[in-house]
């Protein structure tokens, strides 16, 4: 166990030593954007996650097919949550130690899947998504941590089969909700964003990694306008460089809007975001894990306008 512990510690040291700016940069304004509005009228069975000191509570068992997950987490702390599905034969006191790594330092792990999730956006308040699983073995992860300071970081895995039901319940419909706004991650380190222009208000949006290599989170930030793409990669490279964020930089100016949680190529999920008129930029943090390098400094980031 120590030695795991040693080597985590190493290991996270090193992502979060690389880019201490970006930490920061995540602990920015909250103007969130998370709703469950539309969700919650779907009439999909609802699957209830809680995180906390006392453990995670989970269900052990679920049908296939769209569920409406909703996650809280214990007084004052901030909830994570993803369905994944550990590399088979791992030995099980790797699962913690290596879901940290992905879930609170964004470095996806060879062999998992991550089937998807989300983040509460305060203290108090829930997240919700969607997802359809087909049959088979999974793992909830969830983490809670202190509000603006998450180096304390917890993170716990419960297990979640899917499946079992009677021949007379199928076939099941696996479909999910329809969507007015559909993000594409791809292994060309890009999101697309469609349609151009944003409706205001709840609306569903499907996330979906059509990629074969890469896992991709989202990070949705409200931002000012008038910045490019590649102006904003040029801010995170001078964050990378060491640079400490100057007042009225880009950076100071972030308002953290919304969240998916890191998707494995092949992925799907939706959720639903009610965001106020304004420009955003979609921005992912994961980190390649050959060069350690975060997309973001790839060009991984695209802006739209909600109108
Ligand atoms: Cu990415």
Request: proline letters at 8%.
């Amino acid at each position: 166990m120590k030695k795991v512990v040693g080597w985590l510690s190493l290991v996270a040291m090193l992502v979060m030593g690389a880019m201490p700016g970006l930490a920061a940069a995540r602990a920015a304004q909250v103007d969130s954007a998370v709703s469950d509005e539309l969700i919650s009228r779907l009439g999909y069975p609802l699957v209830e996650i809680h995180a906390g000191p006392e453990g995670v509570d989970a269900p052990v068992w679920i049908a296939p097919g769209p569920v409406h997950v909703r996650l809280s987490v214990a007084d004052g702390y901030i909830g994570y949550v993803n369905i994944v599905r550990p590399p088979a034969g791992l030995d099980p006191v790797l699962e913690e130690p290596q879901m940290l790594l992905a879930g609170a330092h964004d470095l996806a792990q060879a062999g998992w899947t991550y089937f998807g999730g989300t983040n509460t956006p305060s203290p108090g308040e829930t997240a919700s998504f969607v997802i359809s699983l087909a049959p088979g073995e999974y793992r909830v992860a969830a983490s809670y941590y202190t509000a603006g300071d998450p180096s304390d970081e917890v993170m716990a895995l419960s297990r979640l089969t899917v499946g079992g039901a009677t021949p007379a319940a199928l076939p099941v419909d696996m479909t999910g909700p329809a969507a007015d706004v559909t993000l594409t991650m791809t292994d060309d380190l890009r999101y697309l964003v469609t349609p151009d222009a944003v409706p205001r208000g709840p609306h569903i949006w499907k996330l979906e990694n059509t990629g074969t290599i890469h896992a991709h989170h989202v990070v949705i930030f409200r931002v000012p306008a008038g910045y490019s793409d590649e102006e904003i990669v040029a801010e995170y490279q001078k964050l990378k460089d060491g640079e400490s964020p100057a007042p009225g930089s880009f950076v100071s100016q972030l308002s953290w809007a919304g969240y998916a949680a890191m998707q494995s190529a092949g992925t799907v999920t939706w959720t639903e975001f009610d965001f106020e008129p304004g420009t955003y930029a979609a921005i992912c943090f994961n980190l390649d894990p050959d060069s350690r390098q975060p997309h973001v400094l790839e060009g991984m980031v695209t802006q739209f306008v909600v109108e």
